[in-house]
Every structure is written in C-alpha cells, then in structure tokens.
C-alpha cells in the first residue's frame, strides 16, 4: 500500500464550488451526472462536516470527498436515514499517492460514533472493502442501473436494516 501522500486536509466548504467540480471531471471524465449515485441523492445538500478536501504540498488542489443525507425506503414505506459516500475524486495525476486513503480516514473519524449512520456507495469493492464496506443485502435497489457487486454498505448491523428497499434521497 502507498505511503501517506505530504497532504493537509480541510473542510469542503473552504473551497471554491468551481474547482471542486474541475477535480470531479478530470476524475470521473464526461457523464458523470448520469451516473446511478447522482440519482440516489438528487436534490440534496452534501453534508459540510463530513466532506473533505485534499491539497498537496504545494497547496494544489488534488482530491475531494462528499457525504450526502439518503434514505432506503422499505416496502412499507419508511425511510431508513443512510449516508451516501462520495465522489471520492483524486486528480489523475495524483492518484495511488495515498490521497483517497487520507480523505476516506477523515470522514470515517468525523462520522458521530455515538450515533453513526450506516453508509452506503456505488464503488469498486476491492478498493473500498480496504475501508470496511462490504455488500449490501440483494434486495436494496437503484433509482438506476447498477452492479450489485458494487453497492456496498458499512457501519450496519445486518438486523438493523430491511434487506429490501428502494434507495433515493433523504427527503424528511
Ligand atoms: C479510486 C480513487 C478515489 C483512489 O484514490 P487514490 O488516492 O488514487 O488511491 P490510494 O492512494 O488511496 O490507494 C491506492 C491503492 O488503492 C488501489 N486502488 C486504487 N483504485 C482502485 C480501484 N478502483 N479498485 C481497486 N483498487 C484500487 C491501488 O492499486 C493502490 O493499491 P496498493 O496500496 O496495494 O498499492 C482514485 O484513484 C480516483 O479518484 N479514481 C477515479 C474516480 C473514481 O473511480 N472514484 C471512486 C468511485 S466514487
């Protein structure tokens, strides 16, 4: 695994809107608004004390990560509160330099640990099992396409949560 990058870490909100949106298209490249994730958290807010941003050693803007308040909707029609992780984006250039690593460290510590939320993604399993994801239940569904290898939970008790359930936006 890479060592640590030189890297200071600070909260979203200090940074401009318009670099942010730079880092996720040189991550994530042209589409990205399309994506399923985009759809489970239309309409929200990306929460403040739980997004990050990494800056090199030159100050340089290399990664961000978001958190988003959704919900999974069960079949009876409750709304079970989920934090949706990411974008996770690291600049082309400076990924596999430990900066994801860093940013996912933060957020997980900044998580209230005497109340945390169970978190969800759409991710590469073999990345984000490194931070305690693991798969959700088969019976969670997207607003949209996607592989149900790559949507992972963490934080969950397994009894805590129906196995089914439709997920979207955190609307309460
Ligand atoms: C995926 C991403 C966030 C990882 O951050 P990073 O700073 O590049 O990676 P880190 O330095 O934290 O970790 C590097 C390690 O993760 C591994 N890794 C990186 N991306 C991976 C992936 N998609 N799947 C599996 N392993 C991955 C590397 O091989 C490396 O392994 P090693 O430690 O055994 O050498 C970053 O590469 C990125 O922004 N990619 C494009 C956008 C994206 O796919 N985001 C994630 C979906 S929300």
């Known amino acids: 695994m890479a060592e640590p990058a030189a890297s200071t870490l600070i909260p979203l909100d200090q940074v401009d809107p318009a670099l942010v949106e730079d880092v996720l298209d040189r991550a994530f490249g042209p589409g990205r608004q399309e994506r399923t994730a985009y759809k489970i958290r239309q309409g929200t807010d990306w929460l403040p004390g739980l997004s990050f941003a990494a800056l090199d050693a030159e100050e340089y803007l290399v990664g961000t990560i978001q958190a988003w308040p ?19 984006a690291i600049t082309p250039e400076r990924q596999d330099q430990g900066f994801g690593r860093a940013l996912m460290a933060a957020q997980a510590a900044a998580i209230d640990p005497a109340a ?10 073999p990345y984000y099992g490194r931070f ?12 949209g396409p996607w592989d149900p290898a790559r949507l992972l939970i963490r934080g969950a008790a397994p009894a805590t949560l129906p196995q089914a359930g439709m997920l979207g936006p955190w609307l309460g």
């Open 70 to 88: 959704v919900a999974l909707n069960d079949p009876q029609g409750r709304a079970h509160p989920l934090i949706m992780v990411g974008p996770v």
């Open 116 to 125: 945390p939320i169970p978190q969800v993604l759409i991710g590469d399993a």
């Open 132 to 143: 305690g994801f693991t798969e959700a239940p088969r019976g969670w569904q997207c607003p």
